[in-house]
């Protein structure tokens, strides 16, 4: 155990230096404006470095995340139906799928499906 943590503090302490060695001689003495602002493929960095978008493309872009990842957790399920008792097995795939489209019917009746208004 003793030889564990006196390897551990060693790695440590050679990382540390050798981390503060890097940072120190990397330092430039010279710095140029124009190279220390950020590129920006062509656009003039003087200008709002922000643009609007879509709330719209946002919304669906979020919802369309939740559902793919729900459809993750919907591929193991199938897997699973070897190993457990079928009527558990049908009663937890039954109620995670009816979450699901009362999730989906929300999201419709609320109108966040439709692209345009």
């Known amino acids: 155990m003793n030889f564990i943590m006196i390897v551990g503090m060693v790695l440590i302490t050679i990382t540390s230096?050798?981390?503060?060695?890097?940072s120190l001689l990397s330092k430039k003495s010279i710095i140029d404006r124009e190279k220390?602002?950020?590129?920006?493929?062509?656009f003039d960095?003087?200008?709002k470095s922000r643009i609007p978008f879509s709330l719209r493309f946002f919304l669906i872009a979020v919802i369309f995340l939740i559902f793919d990842v729900e459809i993750a957790i919907l591929l193991p399920i199938i897997e699973s139906l070897g190993s457990s008792k079928i009527t558990s097995w049908s009663l937890v795939t039954i109620i995670f799928i009816v979450i699901l489209l009362v999730g989906l019917y929300h999201?419709?009746?609320q109108g966040a499906l439709e692209w345009s208004t």
């Not at 220390?36 to 062509?42: A, H, T, Y």
Request: hydrophobic fraction near 45%.
């Open 45 to 47: 960095p003087f200008n």
């Open 36 to 42: 220390s602002s950020p590129f920006e493929c062509g």
């Open 107 to 109: 999201e419709w009746n």
């Open 17 to 22: 230096i050798i981390m503060l060695l890097a």
